[in-house]
């Protein structure tokens, strides 16, 4: 089944420097997505990038894919305290109503 | 910014009891879903609606569950007879077009 796998699983970094997240899903896709979720709360949806896309930014957060190595990672940049949180990719088959298959989540910790 | 919103935002019930969950999706949005996250573990896809009927459903959403959308503006989740592994975070999710979900802040239920 679809689904994706953040790797790592834990990430603390220094307030500041960059955090990249990865992840690995193992079958055909036509969409993925980064969500973030604060502890204990909502999912917050960061960014979708679709299979013919390589590469998309949304502010301070860049998204890339390859779909041959069926993998994407996540950049953010300039760490701040308040991304302290998880972070999810999400898989779909692009399918109008299709569900989404979420990984296990990255959780990152920015350090003051 | 249009948003979908649950209640109640945390539900405590007796096991054996009836839950009904509450969301109301994005206005016109046509694609709802729900999923949920047990504590410390990954978001899992319970089920999808759309046109008034099942699209797909988990393994996870038996004979216990239903999902009702009653008027032009609910959509709800129903647990029959509540198990304690059904505490979880419940999350509603609504689309356009499938691709980006916009997800609810979730209800909290727990089952003692």
């Known amino acids: 089944s679809q689904q994706g796998e953040e790797d790592p699983q834990a990430l603390s970094i220094q307030e500041g420097e960059n955090a990249t997240m990865n992840c690995s899903y193992k079958t055909s896709i036509n969409n993925l997505q980064w969500y973030r979720q604060n502890s204990g709360r909502g999912l917050v949806h960061l960014i979708l990038?679709?299979?013919?896309?390589r590469e998309k930014h949304s502010g301070r957060l860049r998204v890339t894919l390859d779909t041959s190595k069926k993998s994407s990672s996540l950049l953010i940049t300039a760490s701040r305290a308040a991304d302290t949180a998880s972070y999810f990719c999400a898989t779909d088959a692009g399918n109008r109503d299709d569900k989404i298959i979420f990984g296990k989540g990255t959780r990152l910790h920015i350090l003051p | 910014e249009p948003e979908v919103t649950q209640t109640p935002s945390h539900q405590v019930t007796q096991m054996g009891q009836e839950v009904i969950l509450r969301c109301v999706p994005i206005s016109n949005h046509l694609y709802f879903y729900w999923y949920r996250q047990i504590l410390g573990q990954k978001v899992e896809f319970l089920v999808s609606?759309?046109?008034?009927?099942?699209?797909?459903k988990s393994e996870i959403f038996d004979d216990q569950f239903s999902v009702e959308r009653p008027d032009g503006s609910n959509f709800t989740l129903k647990i029959r007879s509540t198990k304690l592994e059904d505490s979880a975070m419940y999350f509603c999710?609504?689309?356009?077009?499938?691709?980006?979900?916009?997800f609810g802040p979730g209800t909290r239920l727990t089952v003692l």
């Open positions: 990038i679709r299979s013919n896309e």
């Open positions: 609606f759309y046109n008034n009927e099942i699209s797909e």
């Open positions: 999710a609504s689309s356009t077009t499938g691709g980006e979900q916009f």
